[in-house]
Nanobody, 124 residues
Framework: QVQLVETGGGEVQAGGSLRLSCTAS????????MGWFRQAPGKEREFVAA????????YYSDSVKGRFTISRDNAKSTAYLQMNSLEPEDTAVYYC????WGSGTNRESTYDYWGQGTQVTVSS
């Protein structure tokens, strides 16, 4: 079992930056690949980024590639999502998720644990 807590959400103007953090407790953090997903009002949840347990492999959706960076600090049991050049279309609740023994994928069904989400609002 692992518990995930996201922090770092908030409101920012278009073109600004935010860094989300996802801190895990419970099972050994390196056992998990980590992913970030988001859900905008009235839309389905969608994949944003994922990272392997070692951090050596990362994956991004086309909509955020080049603007967002996923990383992790295994010593701190924390994954990060650095979001730059934010756009109003990035407004959503952002969720982190953990995939036990996974390598990092864009498929929601492969993730075993989810955080409660953090709101990101980008104003124009």
């Amino acid at each position: 079992q692992v518990q995930l807590v996201e922090t770092g959400g908030g409101e920012v103007q278009a073109g600004g930056s935010l860094r989300l953090s996802c801190t895990a407790s419970g099972r050994t953090f390196i056992s998990y690949a980590m992913g970030w997903f988001r859900q905008a009002p009235g839309k389905e949840r969608e994949f944003v980024a994922a990272i392997s347990w070692s951090g050596s492999s990362t994956y991004y959706s086309d909509s955020v590639k080049g603007r967002f960076t996923i990383s992790r600090d295994n010593a701190k049991s924390t994954a990060y999502l650095q979001m730059n050049s934010l756009e109003p279309e990035d407004t959503a609740v952002y969720y982190c998720a953990a995939d036990l023994w996974g390598s990092g994928t864009n498929r929601e069904s492969t993730y075993d644990y989810w955080g409660q989400g953090t709101q990101v609002t980008v104003s124009s």
